[in-house]
C-alpha cells in the first residue's frame, strides 16, 4: 500500500491555474501508474488524468485536454497535475490514485488501489 497525500487546491478565478501536487510514501513510487480524479457534489468520481510509471505514456479526459498536465518526478515520490484555463466546471474535489497493476495509464476508478484523501479546488466565474 502507498499513503497518497494531495496539495494545492484553492480558489481561484476562471482562467487562472493552479498546480497540484501528491506526494507519496511507502512504497517504490516507480511501481505505480498514477492517476487524477475528481468528485464534485452530487456526481460520480470522474476520471481525469494518469501517467505511466516513467512518464512515457499519458491519458487525459476530453474534457481537460489541452488545458491540464499530469508529470511525475520519481525522485521526489510525487505526481502533479497543471490545471490552466480553469473554468466553473472543474470545481470538485481532486484525488490523486496509485494503480499497482496495470502497465498502462487507466481511466477507470477500480483499476486503483491506493487514494489520497482529496483536495479542493474552487472556481469563481
Known amino acids: 500500500q502507498v499513503q497518497l497525500v494531495e496539495s494545492g487546491g484553492g480558489l481561484v478565478q476562471a482562467g487562472g491555474s493552479l498546480r497540484l501536487s501528491c506526494s507519496a510514501s511507502g512504497r517504490t513510487f516507480s511501481n505505480y501508474v498514477m492517476g487524477w480524479f475528481r468528485q464534485a457534489p452530487g456526481k460520480d468520481r470522474e476520471f481525469v488524468a494518469a501517467?505511466?510509471?516513467?512518464?512515457?505514456?499519458?491519458s487525459y479526459a476530453d474534457s481537460v485536454k489541452g488545458r491540464f498536465t499530469i508529470s511525475r518526478d520519481n525522485a521526489k515520490n510525487t505526481v502533479y497535475l497543471q490545471m490552466n484555463s480553469l473554468k466553473p466546471e472543474d470545481a470538485a474535489v481532486y484525488y490523486c490514485a496509485a494503480d499497482r497493476q496495470s502497465g498502462s495509464p487507466s481511466t477507470y476508478v477500480n483499476a486503483y488501489d491506493d487514494w489520497g484523501q482529496g483536495t479542493r479546488v474552487t472556481v469563481s466565474s
Open positions: 501517467i505511466s510509471r516513467f512518464g512515457a505514456a499519458r
